[in-house]
């Protein structure tokens, strides 16, 4: 559905966007993330046709938004993160003229009312926009993505200002549109990632450093390096005592659930088992292990590692 082929965008001498290449599948929800100034709204705004690239295609349904930009745009519903809104119009009045700008060809009332019953809008309809909460103002917004009812949505932070029933809705609303359409998702809120698409794409210093699923990211960055410990002891010197034992790389304090018990994570070196060693200091200190297993690493552990301790490695 959507092919990116060696994309290259560059301003001068520094290049935003680094020979990537990836491709979305029909019916799936990508998630597409990177730190600030790594190239992934330089990139996001050359799929949708703002931009052109320096070198390299972008198809989208079989079309080439260089050299076919009305009908590769015609298959994009494209949510930015400022929203493309005229605040003097009311409701009704953005979205008819949205329906008439998109030259859409479905049944005009019906349609905007289907899309106004999705976002929860009905009850602003006649209002002006700029008289809207930014949360209602963000899911006008995704209204008019969703005119025409275009195979591919493009939505940047498409839950910004709104709050944990509306993020819930809108999160609910993104995986029932996934069955039917194909979605290309940024956030900076990792969990709404992690729990919406079905495949990530990280992109730092204008390269892609990761392409799959969150669980697979996690198996080939952790190598079973990573446990968690529950310690019954003085968590300073619990810490301490963890750090010198031979094989450990890093140790990290999370926090104490009952009084006097305190979790800590732990990462070895490649193929360290240090279980019998930790578990023979702290019997011979009578600081109970009170429980012990390895950890998925998070999303945010995966960006972290990948953007700032890994400067970017590539998988």
């Known amino acids: 559905m959507i092919e990116v082929k060696n994309l290259t965008k560059t301003y001068g001498a520094h290049k935003a966007v680094d020979n990537i290449s990836f491709e979305v599948h029909e019916g799936e929800i990508l998630g597409f993330l990177g730190p600030n100034g790594a190239g992934k709204s330089t990139t996001m705004n050359i799929l949708t046709g703002y931009l052109s690239a320096t070198n390299g295609t ?62 929860k809008i009905e009850d602003v309809y006649g209002r002006l926009i700029k008289n809207l909460s930014k949360g209602y103002k963000q899911r006008v917004g995704f209204a008019q993505a969703l005119i025409g009812n275009p195979p591919v949505l493009i939505l940047d932070e498409p839950t910004v200002g709104l709050d944990p029933n509306q993020i819930i809705e809108i999160r609910t609303l993104i995986k029932m549109l996934g069955k039917h359409h194909t979605v290309i998702l940024s956030s900076h809120i990792l969990s709404e990632i992690e729990a919406v698409c079905d495949r990530i794409v990280i992109i730092n210093q204008g390269k892609i450093v990761a392409n799959d699923n969150t669980a697979e990211l996690a198996a080939n960055l952790s190598n079973d390096r990573r446990m968690i410990v529950s310690v019954a002891g003085p968590a300073k010197e619990v810490a301490n005592l963890i750090s010198g034992i031979n094989g450990v790389e890093e140790v990290s304090y999370e926090g104490s659930r009952e009084v006097g018990v305190h979790e800590f994570a732990i990462e070895t070196v490649n193929g360290a088992d240090i279980r019998r060693d930790l578990f023979t200091r702290l019997a011979q200190r009578n600081w109970p292990l009170l429980a012990s297993g390895s950890r998925a690493m998070s999303l945010e552990d995966i960006f972290i590692n990948l953007t700032i301790k890994g400067n970017g490695g590539q998988l």
Do not use: S, W
């Not at 590769?72 to 009704?92: C, F, H, S, W």
């Open 58 to 119: 972008v198809t989208i349904n079989g079309h080439d938004i260089l050299e076919e930009p009305n009908e590769a745009k015609a298959n994009i519903g494209y949510l930015p993160e400022q929203p493309p809104l005229y605040p003097d119009m009311t409701v009704r009045e953005y979205l008819n003229f949205m329906y008439d700008l998109k030259k859409c060809a479905l049944p005009r009332q019906r349609h905007i009312a289907e899309i106004c019953q999705v976002l």
